[in-house]
Structures are given as C-alpha cells and as structure tokens.
C-alpha cells in the first residue's frame, strides 16, 4: 500500500525551530519529485515546497524561502522540512504529497498525500 | 502566481441534486487543472487531474471540464458521502496554486 506518515508536529515558539519528517512506503520513493503543502485554521490549501527525486532540485513559496529547508533521505525513504524562523502565520497542518508521475520531471499533481502533521507557533 | 477563484465559496444542496462548481485561473493555464474533495480533518482527495481525467476508483458521477481559464467540476447526482470541501488547483506554473475552496453542506 502506498503511503506516507508524518510527524514532528508540534507547539513552538515564535522563532523558534521544528523538523517535519514524512515516512514513505509502497512506492520506489527516489524516482518521485515530493512536495509540502500547508492548511492554515479554516483555510485552503497552500504549497510550501518541492523536491527532485535526488534531492539536487529544490523550489520553495516566497513565504518560506529563506526559513524552511526541504530534503530527503533515499536510504530512509524518508522526506524532511526544517522550518525555522518560525511565525505565527506559519501555523498549520502540514501534509507531504507524492507527485503523479514518476521519473523525469514534476507535474504538481498531487494523488497521494499523507495524513497531515499540525505545527502551532504560539508563545 | 496564478491566481485561482472558485465559486461559489459554498452551497446547499440535496442528495440526488446535480450540483457545478466553477474554478477560473487568473492567465490560460491550458488542461493543467486538478480538482480535490477534503473532508473535515482527512488529507485533500485527487478527483480529477488536466481538467477531465478521472482518478482510478472515483465514480462516474464526477466529471471536470474546461481549458484555458474556464473550468468546471460537476456531480451528477450528490450522494451523502460527497458533502465536502472542493478545492480546485493549477499545476500549469509555478509556484502552484489552489482555489480558495467550495464547501458543499446538505440542504
């Protein structure tokens, strides 16, 4: 079965720091670009952050660059964020999403998704 | 970034109702449009991807249509299980983008 775990959630200060891991299995996880996507309370949806399949390509929303880090673990089957620099409109459930296709390059369609993990950035 | 609006931002509907939501982008995003269910505290469900193409194991009652700008996603007949939120989403440009949402409640 495919599918992806995350975890890491959790409250933290304003500027403070949290790491987002995403457990994936049931699919060859280095042939798939990965991606975090953000719901903030009572919102919709909001890309955060992209990866290739190898780690080499990264992009990021012009709200996180420069505070969040998006990589992976090939060996661990394993997709990361470290946010930092956190805010309180950074506040949301956090959901990592597998791309449709796989190999080559990305589509930005999003069939698989986690079950989401929730940051809160609260003092 | 592309913008995306959805209308409406929510209805009330019957089940056995045919029910159309509508999702415009901001500049032509050719087919490059994809439309999600979400329910209250799941994950967003893939219904459709490039405009029209089914996901495996979704039924048939769904159907999404449009290019360019224009788009619609239409449920031929409301079942109790497709109360949710609808949110459509560009994958044409970068970054991508969603629609603010379209939450289908029970009349």
């Known amino acids: 079965e495919v599918q992806l775990v995350e975890s890491g959630g959790g409250l933290v200060q304003p500027g403070g720091s949290l790491r987002l891991s995403c457990a994936a299995s049931g699919f060859t996880f280095s042939n798939f670009w990965m991606y975090w996507v953000r719901q903030a309370p009572g919102k919709g949806l909001v890309w955060v952050s992209r990866i290739n399949g190898d780690g080499s390509r990264t992009a990021y929303a012009d709200s996180v660059k420069g505070r969040f880090t998006i990589s992976r673990d090939n060996a661990k089957n394993t997709l990361y964020l470290q946010m930092s620099s956190l805010r309180a409109d950074d506040t949301a459930v956090y959901y990592c999403?597998?791309?449709?296709?796989?190999?080559?390059?990305?589509?930005?369609?999003?069939?698989?998704w986690g079950q989401g993990t929730t940051v809160t950035v609260s003092s | 970034d592309i913008q995306m609006t959805q209308s409406p931002s929510s209805l009330s509907a019957s089940v056995g109702d045919r029910v159309t939501i509508t999702c415009r982008a901001s500049?032509?995003?050719?087919?490059?449009l994809n439309w999600y269910q979400q329910k209250p505290g799941k994950a967003p469900k893939l219904l459709i991807s490039?405009?029209?193409s089914l996901q495996s194991g979704v039924p048939s009652r769904f159907s999404g249509s449009g290019s360019g700008t224009d788009f619609t996603l239409t449920i031929s007949s409301l079942q109790p299980e497709d109360f949710a939120t609808y949110y459509c989403q560009q994958s044409y440009g970068t970054p991508p983008t969603f629609g603010g949402g379209t939450k289908v409640e029970i009349k």
């Open positions: 500049q032509s995003i050719s087919s490059y």
């Open positions: 999403a597998r791309d449709a296709q796989y190999g080559g390059s990305y589509t930005a369609v999003f069939p698989i």
């Open positions: 490039a405009a029209s």
